[in-house]
């Protein structure tokens, strides 16, 4: 089972839209939770930080559930900017270095 | 602040070659670099940690005798695939968590910045 687990997608979003999604997490002892954005053949950048109560960034809202191992994202007026490959990013604290473990990402599509 | 580059950013070689690929952090100091690899349409993976002046520690699954890393400086690592062949073409990221960022402010133990990469091709 891999250690997180996301819809591969594409969501296709209209242009001003909302579009909303999840991804689960295996080990309950993880520590922090991030929104990366991956752009095609570019290198991940953050978007934000998942914390515990919930946090909004803009027009980007993150949610953490930690009784069923899961965090969202949701994007609201969706822009063709938004277009892009979303990574979710947990990060277990094995060992002091903090280990990112990534998901293989949620691609957005929005289109005009 | 709180750049990181790489070199080079593409190579094409020939199988049997070593090539190495350099991440640099350039306006803050790194004891800890992360060398991970992502496959299309797949996760990044975590290769390696690499830290200043140490030995790095190999993810389970990585060759050490194929992946050499150096992480000589508190600003350079690098990445050696030595011999490569046609299944390490993949993307080559590194990733720096800083000491200190610029402008004085304590980067939180969590927070990595990421080179542009670096895509393999093997021949």
């Known amino acids: 089972r891999k250690e997180v687990e996301q819809d591969p997608g594409p969501f296709n979003v209209p242009e001003g839209a909302t579009v909303a999604f999840n991804c689960t997490y295996s080990?309950?002892?993880?520590?922090?939770f991030f929104w990366y954005r991956q752009d095609c053949r570019k290198e991940p950048k953050l978007l934000m930080s998942v914390y515990s109560s919930g946090n909004e960034d803009g027009r980007f809202t993150a949610q953490l559930n930690r009784a069923s191992q899961y965090i969202s994202l949701l994007i609201r007026d969706s822009k063709l900017s938004d277009s892009a490959t979303y990574l979710c990013?947990?990060?277990?604290?094995?060992?002091?270095?903090?280990?990112?473990?990534f998901g293989a990402g949620t691609q957005v599509v929005v289109t005009p | 602040g709180a750049v990181v580059s790489q070199h080079p950013s593409r190579v094409i070689c020939k199988s049997g070659t070593s090539v190495k690929i350099e991440c640099r952090s350039l306006?803050?100091?790194?004891?800890?670099m992360f060398w991970y690899r992502q496959f299309p349409k797949q996760s990044l993976m975590l290769m390696a940690t690499?830290?200043?002046?140490?030995?790095?520690?190999?993810e389970q699954g990585v060759e050490k005798d194929k992946f050499l890393i150096n992480h000589a400086s508190l600003t350079l690592s690098t990445l050696t695939v030595t011999s490569a062949h046609p299944e390490d073409s993949s993307f080559y990221i590194c990733?720096?968590?800083?000491?200190?960022?610029?402008?004085?402010?304590?980067?939180?133990?969590?927070?990595?910045?990421f080179g542009p990469g670096t895509r393999l091709t093997v021949l």
């Open positions: 990733s720096a968590k800083p000491l200190l960022l610029a402008g004085g402010s304590y980067s939180s133990y969590n927070e990595q910045f």
């Open positions: 080990n309950s002892a993880s520590q922090s």
């Open positions: 306006d803050f100091q790194a004891t800890t």
């Open positions: 990013v947990v990060n277990e604290l094995t060992d002091s270095w903090g280990k990112l473990q």
């Open positions: 690499s830290n200043e002046g140490s030995k790095a520690t190999y």
